[in-house]
Protein backbone atom coordinates (compact mmCIF):
# COMPACT_ATOMS: atom_id res chain seq x y z
CA UNK A 1 0.00 0.00 0.00
CA UNK A 2 1.61 3.17 -0.75
CA UNK A 3 2.74 5.49 1.92
CA UNK A 4 -0.05 8.63 1.85
CA UNK A 5 1.90 12.17 0.83
CA UNK A 6 2.17 14.28 3.85
CA UNK A 7 -0.58 17.15 4.62
CA UNK A 8 0.66 20.60 3.43
CA UNK A 9 -0.41 22.95 5.88
CA UNK A 10 0.69 26.70 6.64
CA UNK A 11 -0.15 29.57 9.22
CA UNK A 12 1.83 32.57 10.88
CA UNK A 13 3.63 32.37 14.31
CA UNK A 14 4.31 35.98 16.01
CA UNK A 15 7.92 36.21 18.34
CA UNK A 16 6.33 37.02 21.66
CA UNK A 17 9.63 37.14 23.48
CA UNK A 18 13.75 37.26 22.13
CA UNK A 19 16.38 36.78 25.01
CA UNK A 20 19.37 36.90 23.81
CA UNK A 21 23.09 36.36 25.66
CA UNK A 22 26.63 36.44 24.62
CA UNK A 23 28.59 32.93 24.84
CA UNK A 24 32.29 34.17 25.23
CA UNK A 25 34.22 36.96 23.80
CA UNK A 26 31.74 39.74 22.48
CA UNK A 27 34.19 41.24 20.45
CA UNK A 28 35.01 40.57 16.90
CA UNK A 29 34.11 37.63 14.64
CA UNK A 30 33.50 34.65 14.91
CA UNK A 31 31.58 35.16 18.05
CA UNK A 32 28.69 32.86 19.83
CA UNK A 33 25.18 33.22 21.31
CA UNK A 34 22.48 31.80 22.79
CA UNK A 35 19.08 33.10 22.74
CA UNK A 36 15.72 31.97 24.19
CA UNK A 37 12.52 32.59 22.68
CA UNK A 38 8.98 32.53 22.95
CA UNK A 39 6.57 32.18 20.05
CA UNK A 40 2.65 32.07 19.05
CA UNK A 41 1.61 29.87 16.17
CA UNK A 42 -1.56 30.58 14.24
CA UNK A 43 -2.74 28.38 11.70
CA UNK A 44 -2.53 24.67 11.03
CA UNK A 45 0.13 24.48 14.26
CA UNK A 46 -1.94 26.19 16.67
CA UNK A 47 0.27 26.84 20.00
CA UNK A 48 -0.07 29.86 21.93
CA UNK A 49 3.64 30.15 23.91
CA UNK A 50 5.97 28.03 22.52
CA UNK A 51 9.54 27.78 24.48
CA UNK A 52 12.56 27.82 22.56
CA UNK A 53 16.32 27.82 22.76
CA UNK A 54 19.12 28.80 19.85
CA UNK A 55 22.68 28.41 19.66
CA UNK A 56 23.71 31.44 17.54
CA UNK A 57 27.00 31.86 15.53
CA UNK A 58 27.31 35.47 14.21
CA UNK A 59 30.20 35.42 11.32
CA UNK A 60 29.55 39.07 10.54
CA UNK A 61 27.56 42.18 11.42
CA UNK A 62 24.19 40.95 11.26
CA UNK A 63 25.48 37.60 9.39
CA UNK A 64 25.40 33.98 10.70
CA UNK A 65 23.76 29.95 11.28
CA UNK A 66 21.65 29.32 14.23
CA UNK A 67 20.78 25.62 15.72
CA UNK A 68 17.26 25.51 18.29
CA UNK A 69 14.97 23.26 19.36
CA UNK A 70 11.29 24.51 19.94
CA UNK A 71 8.94 22.75 22.18
CA UNK A 72 5.83 23.12 20.89
CA UNK A 73 1.97 22.22 22.89
CA UNK A 74 -0.79 23.22 21.37
CA UNK A 75 -2.68 21.63 18.32
CA UNK A 76 -1.98 20.58 14.67
CA UNK A 77 -5.23 20.48 12.59
CA UNK A 78 -6.93 20.17 15.35
CA UNK A 79 -5.76 17.11 17.15
CA UNK A 80 -3.83 18.14 20.66
CA UNK A 81 -0.29 17.16 22.02
CA UNK A 82 3.26 18.51 22.18
CA UNK A 83 6.19 18.10 20.36
CA UNK A 84 9.84 19.38 19.30
CA UNK A 85 10.97 21.13 16.64
CA UNK A 86 14.68 20.85 15.49
CA UNK A 87 15.49 23.95 13.57
CA UNK A 88 18.61 25.30 11.26
CA UNK A 89 19.03 28.16 9.53
CA UNK A 90 20.86 31.73 8.54
CA UNK A 91 20.42 35.41 8.69
CA UNK A 92 21.79 38.50 7.52
CA UNK A 93 20.94 41.97 7.12
CA UNK A 94 17.41 40.82 4.76
CA UNK A 95 16.38 38.29 7.66
CA UNK A 96 15.96 34.74 8.80
CA UNK A 97 15.97 31.49 6.76
CA UNK A 98 15.26 28.37 8.66
CA UNK A 99 14.38 24.55 7.53
CA UNK A 100 12.79 22.74 10.76
CA UNK A 101 11.23 19.25 11.05
CA UNK A 102 9.69 16.96 14.16
CA UNK A 103 11.86 15.02 16.45
CA UNK A 104 11.25 11.39 15.63
CA UNK A 105 9.29 9.90 18.80
CA UNK A 106 8.89 13.71 20.41
CA UNK A 107 5.13 13.85 19.59
CA UNK A 108 2.74 13.17 22.73
CA UNK A 109 -1.06 12.44 23.15
CA UNK A 110 -3.29 12.86 20.13
CA UNK A 111 -0.41 13.50 18.08
CA UNK A 112 1.74 10.49 18.63
CA UNK A 113 3.68 9.48 15.53
CA UNK A 114 3.35 12.97 14.24
CA UNK A 115 6.49 13.37 11.35
CA UNK A 116 6.73 16.40 9.11
CA UNK A 117 9.03 18.85 8.58
CA UNK A 118 8.71 22.60 6.96
CA UNK A 119 10.37 26.22 6.69
CA UNK A 120 10.26 30.15 7.14
CA UNK A 121 11.56 32.86 5.82
CA UNK A 122 11.04 36.10 8.14
CA UNK A 123 11.92 39.50 6.62
CA UNK A 124 13.03 42.65 9.24
CA UNK A 125 10.34 44.60 10.03
CA UNK A 126 7.56 41.91 9.32
CA UNK A 127 5.64 41.19 12.84
CA UNK A 128 4.59 37.94 12.16
CA UNK A 129 5.92 35.09 9.92
CA UNK A 130 4.00 32.84 7.16
CA UNK A 131 5.51 28.96 7.89
CA UNK A 132 4.81 25.98 5.69
CA UNK A 133 4.52 22.39 7.14
CA UNK A 134 3.87 19.14 5.75
CA UNK A 135 3.00 16.49 8.16
CA UNK A 136 2.02 13.14 8.20
CA UNK A 137 -0.24 12.10 11.45
CA UNK A 138 -1.07 8.21 11.71
Known amino acids: MPTPDPAPAAGQFTFKNWEEHPVGPVDGFPRLARATVTNAFTGTVTAPETT ?3 AIAYTGDNV ?3 AGMELVSGTVDGRKGTFVLK ?4 FDVTGTRCDFSVV ?9 GLAGSGSFVYRHGDTSVEYTFAYDLP
Not at 87 to 90: I, L, P, Q
Not at 104 to 112: K, V, Y
Request: glycine share 16%; proline share 5%.
Open 52 to 54: CDY
Open 64 to 66: GTY
Open 87 to 90: EEGS
Open 104 to 112: PGSATADLT
